[in-house]
């Protein structure tokens, strides 16, 4: 059964940070990209950020840009988001996914088949 299962969230005070972790079961996470996306309360879903299958290409929303940054470690087939500087409208949950690679690891949510549940990120004083 192919799964992707996030950890790390939780309730943060502004300026704070959290690492959330992805980690795939069933499959290798190798040679696929992973996005992080995002969705606050009556908000639609929006791209975080994005790792090319080798992971020398990232990308990032304009809201984060200098303030996470996504990595993977293949050998533990686990993605991570770190965020850092975290504001109250970074609140959402937080899911990864997978897809095939594309030419560009770009925001959108084209191409993802294989989604985790979800982790929830508050941002409040």
């Known amino acids: 059964q192919l799964q992707l299962v996030e950890s790390g969230g939780g309730l943060v005070q502004p300026g704070g940070s959290l690492r959330l972790s992805c980690a795939a079961s069933g499959f290798t996470l190798d040679g696929y990209q992973i996005g992080w996306f995002r969705q606050a309360p009556g908000k639609e879903r929006e791209g975080v950020s994005c790792?090319?299958?080798?992971?020398?290409?990232?990308n990032y929303a304009d809201s984060v840009k200098g303030r996470f940054t996504i990595s993977r470690d293949n050998a533990k087939n686990t993605v991570y988001l770190q965020m850092n500087s975290l504001k109250p409208e970074d609140t959402a949950i937080y899911y990864c996914?997978?897809?095939?690679?594309?030419?560009?690891?770009?925001?959108?949510?084209?191409?993802?088949?294989?989604w985790g549940q979800g982790t929830q990120v508050t941002v409040s004083s």
């Open positions: 790792i090319s299958s080798s992971g020398r290409t990232t």
């Open positions: 996914a997978v897809r095939r690679p594309l030419s560009i690891c770009d925001m959108t949510d084209f191409g993802y088949n294989t």
